[in-house]
């Protein structure tokens, strides 16, 4: 499994973009960059997932670099409620499990 | 649709006792996957189940069991519970096993005393 490397905490101010920056460098072709976010006490919730390509969903957008050795989620406008542990998680397509790290415990502040 | 749901939502056990938790997958969805979260810490792998047979497992003892029913539902049991058991147990669902489509339930938190 490719290992990542996520910052352990990022402040960002309410209404504007948070960026959350992941390392992969030994990622595979055929793996792909999930992000899934915990908000405290409940179970971790899918964001966005993608594998070269960028990606953009009504939660997020994920840009991967060409080499696809990092990416960046960006939530455009957040909110307090996006106060969150945020997981970045590389698996290939067919992987029965996913591998949690440590991720980056964001906190939006007013 | 009722996402994936989990019973009992908290409860405490004492050392040595044994524990059963319940998860209820999305309809349709025919894995159930269990996690265990310790407090800190991002969640560990801990069962996966298709179509009632046990497709993974990951590195915990032989106290961990489980099972899943013919309806797709499932259980954990701990046997002989240690403090080091306290923890969020969650169960997360999929259509066919494969992590793309996992749904998580809101955990179980167990806690040993």
């Given at each position: ?50 594998l ?31 106060t ?27 | ?19 059963t ?51 797709y ?39 040993v005393?």
């Amino acid at each position: 499994d490719a290992k990542t490397t996520q910052p352990t905490s990022m402040d960002c101010a309410e209404g504007r973009a948070a960026n959350l920056p992941c390392n992969h460098s030994t990622i595979s072709g055929n793996e792909y960059v999930y992000w899934y976010r915990q908000i405290h006490s409940q179970g971790p919730q899918y964001i966005i997932h993608g594998l070269k390509n960028n990606e953009t969903n009504e939660m997020a957008s994920l840009i991967i670099t060409e080499d696809r050795k990092s990416s960046t989620l960006i939530l455009p406008h957040a909110t307090l409620r996006d106060t969150a542990v945020y997981y970045c998680i590389v698996r290939v397509a067919g992987a029965q499990k996913l591998v949690f790290g440590q991720g980056t415990r964001l906190t939006i502040n007013p | 649709d009722a996402g994936v749901t989990q019973s009992p939502t908290h409860l405490i056990k004492t050392r040595g006792q044994h524990v059963t938790l319940r998860c209820s997958p999305i309809s349709g969805h025919k894995s159930v996957s269990w996690y265990q979260q310790v407090l800190g810490q991002g969640p560990q792998f801990i069962f996966q189940y298709y179509e009632k047979e046990e497709r993974g497992r990951g590195n915990f003892p032989d106290r961990f069991s489980a099972r899943q029913f013919p309806n797709y539902s499932s259980e954990l049991n701990v046997n002989a519970l240690l403090l080091g058991d306290s923890a969020l147990y969650l169960c997360a669902s999929s259509p066919t096993g494969q992590v793309y489509g996992y749904t998580f339930g809101s955990g179980t938190r167990l806690t040993v005393v």
